[in-house]
């Protein structure tokens, strides 16, 4: 049964770091896209961050870019989101998704997604 979980979340200042980690197991992740999404209260599920399964091509939302980076360590089967000077408004949980092994869309649509962990929570104060 494949399985992602998420860790790191926590509640934090403006302006702080946090690393979140997302660990896949049941099968290898190698060949498979993973990403970031965040859902804050009241607002639809959005996209964060994406990696492609090489490693070598990553995207990001507007919002978050020049501070979040994404990264991989396919031997351990982990994909990591670094995210420093952090504002009120990533407040949010963080789901971990993952990709078929063979895919093909847009990276931050949602639905070429098919494996999903159940959440960090981001808190981050004023």
């Known amino acids: 049964q494949v399985q992602l979980v998420e860790s790191g979340g926590g509640l934090v200042q403006a302006g702080d770091s946090l690393r979140l980690s997302c660990a896949a197991s049941?099968?290898?992740?190698?060949?498979?896209?993973m990403g970031w999404f965040r859902q804050a209260p009241g607002k639809e599920r959005e996209f964060v961050a994406a990696?492609?399964?090489?490693?070598?091509?990553?995207y990001y939302a507007d919002s978050v870019k020049g501070r979040f980076t994404i990264s991989r360590d396919n031997a351990k089967n982990t994909v990591y989101l670094q995210m420093v000077s952090l504002k009120p408004e990533d407040t949010a949980v963080y789901y971990c998704?993952?990709?078929?092994?063979?895919?093909?869309?847009?990276?931050?649509?949602?639905?070429?997604?098919?494996?999903w962990g159940q959440g960090t929570q981001v808190t981050v104060s004023s």
């Open positions: 998704a993952a990709t078929a092994p063979v895919y093909s869309g847009t990276y931050y649509d949602a639905r070429l997604y098919v494996y």
């Open positions: 990696i492609w399964w090489g490693g070598r091509s990553t």
């Open positions: 049941g099968r290898t992740f190698s060949t498979n896209a």
